[in-house]
């Protein structure tokens, strides 16, 4: 059975003293009370909730010591009765705060902090000398520094157990008292952030405008709230007399009333003396004259207790000899016992003030100001410089947008082409072989119809003559062979029989003479000793494929001669391109698939082709202009026409160009040179750009069409 004092187990049984003491210290936390007040409270309250004997409240000083801040029942723990009890506790208190980290401790009574042990010579031990348990707790700060110790002494009588309970007590109430220190520093800050977001709005107002009054007036009025005055009134300089611009609470400045023109005259007389004047109820017999003169009369008409006129001169004005450009005059008529804070307050006001008011003043000196002062009114009415600016920007993207959507603009596609004459032909050599020889020069232009153009050898064509030719030879054989004994035996019935065999051996001679000769034909066969296999290639015909053409140039472009020489070549590799040069030219144009439709769209509407007679003669068409532009004359321009039926069906690869993997159209373009450049432009294969004009569309869409067709395509097409 225990053996324990009742009334310590009853504590121990009452969790519910613990959370009524931390729901009141919380509370005492987030209040706003002083520290001595707040620290009182937090005490009793801790002390009361365990029936502690006593307890102490130590907060480090700027010093760096500790100062006792509230106490309960301290005096009854006899420290002061024991000989060194008071010097070994505080000794106690020394260690326990300057322990890093901060770390809660408990000594038992008569106990000694670090154990038992050795004392050097004069050092006093840190112990605690009393009858009773010490509890100490840290009051930590934000940045984890110790701001002070919660100290509670418990009796001796108590279970073992119980005493880590209550340290653990004393740690959550000192952590109460740690967040009242956050507090109470959140509030400090907030308090100055408020007042510098005042002070940053009063600054933010008064640069907001360029007229001298308008400024003053926002001086006045706003900056009689920070300074926290009766009267504020602010007075500028130009020339060489101040006018008073702006009096707070009054709309209207009546320069004629007395009350103003001696405000100016002690306006006029401060600024001269390039000194602050401060009244506070007793005039300063060190006054210049004119200006206690001016001070009199003033105060005759208006008895403030508290009046300041202070200067406010901007960096800008260099010439420290003349007077300041503005000033300001602070009116109180029941002020504080301590002034320095309204006087503070009101230099932080004129600090602000006198780079606006230097700028309204420098503004009205400036001539013409009606040409650009619409745009000043504009911006003020707007709210701003950043408001014109935005306002100026939309207006802009409006004008973009309407112009983008009525402008008319011709819609153009970008296609790419050669020059080449209008009749092209090319040489293919017919059957697998390697050249022997190419007999035309490059860019020859006097090349004759049926001339031999390259000379080919063939080994399968070699093959196939031979086998003809052999089996030509061998039937040939057989032919003779049958009429020879058809003249020789007379047998009637032997007659019939060679006269069979001689028939089928005539007819297969004929058919492989006729092949023989449609070989040779055919390729162009050479058929001399050493010429089997050999072949020659010759240039096309003229009268049906160019009609008034007379003679071939070898449009090429390389020397063929060179690198086909030898050379293995198939059926469909050309050997020699020509062409009729000194015929008709025109541009081979390659459209890309994207654009063939805005072609095809073009021919069938209205006003954006025309109607001409097409130049080989077929009729009257429909054309679309075009912008044609020449490797190397690109400062040139030439007019070109796309008629309706040189623009092709199907689209094919675009083989020329392997950057280019979109098929194109391929179209033809006439273009009109004038007759002296004719000759300068006609190189075939000379590379060309062409602009295809189809009509006028919306300015934004001719200039960002293909912006749109993607967005169509990817984005709203799928949908």
């Not at 010579?121 to 840190?126: D, E, I, T, Y």
């Not at 930590?140 to 209550?166: M, N």
């Not at 064509?461 to 030509?472: A, F, N, P, T, V």
């Not at 075939?684 to 912006?707: K, P, Q, T």
Request: net charge neutral; aromatic share 8%.
């Amino acid at each position: 059975m225990s053996t324990k004092p009742p009334e310590s187990n009853e504590r121990l049984r009452s969790p519910r003293q613990f959370d009524d003491a931390f729901e009141e210290a919380s509370r005492l936390a987030g209040s706003s009370l002083t520290p001595a007040d707040f620290y009182e409270k937090l005490l009793q309250r801790t002390v009361a909730a365990i029936n502690a004997p006593a307890g102490a409240v130590w907060l480090r000083t700027p010093q760096g010591f500790l100062q006792m801040a509230a106490q309960q029942n301290l005096e009854k723990l006899g420290l002061d009765e024991r000989r060194g009890g008071r010097q070994c506790h505080n000794e106690v208190l020394r260690q326990v705060f300057q322990a890093s980290p901060p770390r809660p401790l408990m000594l038992e009574p008569q106990g000694r902090l670090g154990g038992p042990g050795p004392v050097e010579p004069g050092a006093v031990p840190a112990a605690n000398l009393t009858d009773y348990y010490a509890l100490f707790a840290p009051i930590i700060s934000p940045d984890k520094s110790s701001l002070g110790l919660l100290e509670v002494f418990q009796d001796a009588t108590l279970e073992p157990r119980a005493y880590q309970t209550y340290l653990q007590y004393a740690m959550q109430m000192a952590g109460y008292a740690s967040q009242y220190h956050a507090f109470s520093a959140n509030r400090q800050s907030s308090g100055s952030e408020k007042a510098y977001l005042q002070i940053e709005a009063f600054a933010r107002l008064i640069h907001g405008t360029l007229n001298p009054t308008e400024c003053a007036y926002h001086i006045a009025n706003e900056g009689r709230k920070i300074v926290e005055a009766d009267r504020l009134s602010v007075g500028i300089r130009h020339g060489s007399k101040v006018t008073v611009e702006a009096v707070s609470g009054a709309d209207v400045v009546e320069k004629a009333s007395t009350h103003v023109r001696r405000m100016k005259n002690l306006f006029d007389a401060v600024l001269k003396m390039n000194d602050k004047l401060v009244f506070a109820g007793t005039k300063d017999e060190a006054l210049p004259p004119d200006v206690a003169k001016s001070l009199d009369e003033y105060l005759a008409e208006s008895q403030p207790k508290l009046l300041v006129v202070a200067p406010i001169r901007d960096e800008r004005e260099k010439d420290s000899d003349k007077p300041a450009r503005s000033a300001v005059l602070m009116e109180v008529f029941n002020p504080p016992e301590q002034t320095e804070a309204i006087i503070q307050r009101l230099d932080v006001v004129g600090k602000h003030a006198a780079p606006a008011l230097y700028n309204a003043a420098e503004m009205k000196r400036i001539p013409f100001k009606p040409l650009w002062w619409p745009v000043v009114k504009l911006q003020d009415g707007l709210g701003g410089k950043t408001k014109l600016y935005g306002a100026l920007i939309a207006a802009g993207l409006v004008l973009l947008a309407l112009a983008m959507t009525l402008v008319p603009y011709p819609l153009k596609m970008d296609a790419k082409g050669h020059y080449m004459p209008v009749y092209i032909a090319h040489v293919f050599p017919g059957e697998e072989c390697q050249v022997d020889e190419v007999l035309v020069e490059p860019k020859q232009d006097d090349i004759k119809p049926g001339a031999t153009v390259a000379r080919l050898y063939s080994s399968e064509l070699r093959k196939r003559y031979e086998g003809i030719d052999q089996e030509l030879a061998y039937n040939q054989k057989l032919l003779d062979q049958y009429t020879l004994e058809k003249n020789q035996n007379r047998d009637p019935n032997r007659q019939i029989d060679y006269a069979a065999k001689i028939a089928e051996a005539s007819a297969k001679v004929k058919s492989q003479t006729e092949q023989k000769s449609s070989l040779i034909a055919r390729f162009n066969m050479l058929t001399g000793p050493n010429e089997i296999g050999q072949f020659i290639a010759k240039a096309p015909r003229l009268d049906q494929l160019a009609p008034g053409i007379q003679v071939w140039s070898n449009i090429t472009g390389s020397d063929v001669r060179e690198t086909l020489t030898k050379r293995a070549m198939r059926p469909n590799e050309p050997i020699v391109r020509f062409g009729a040069a000194r015929g008709p030219w025109r541009v081979e144009l390659k459209i890309p698939q994207r654009g063939i439709g805005h072609v095809n769209k073009a021919f069938n509407r209205d006003g954006a082709f025309f109607e001409d007679d097409h130049p080989r003669g077929y009729g009257k068409q429909k054309y679309l202009a075009v912008d044609v532009l020449f490797a190397g004359y690109e400062t040139e321009k030439f007019a070109g026409r796309l008629y309706r039926s040189d623009v092709l069906i199907e689209a094919m690869p675009n083989k020329d160009d392997h950057n280019e993997t979109e098929p194109v159209t391929m179209a033809y373009v006439y273009v009109d040179l004038p007759a002296e450049q004719q000759e300068t432009f006609k190189k075939a294969g000379a590379e060309v750009r062409c602009n295809i004009l189809c009509g006028d569309h919306a300015l934004g869409y001719s200039l960002f069409h293909g912006v749109w067709e993607w967005f169509y395509e990817k984005v709203l097409f799928p949908f």
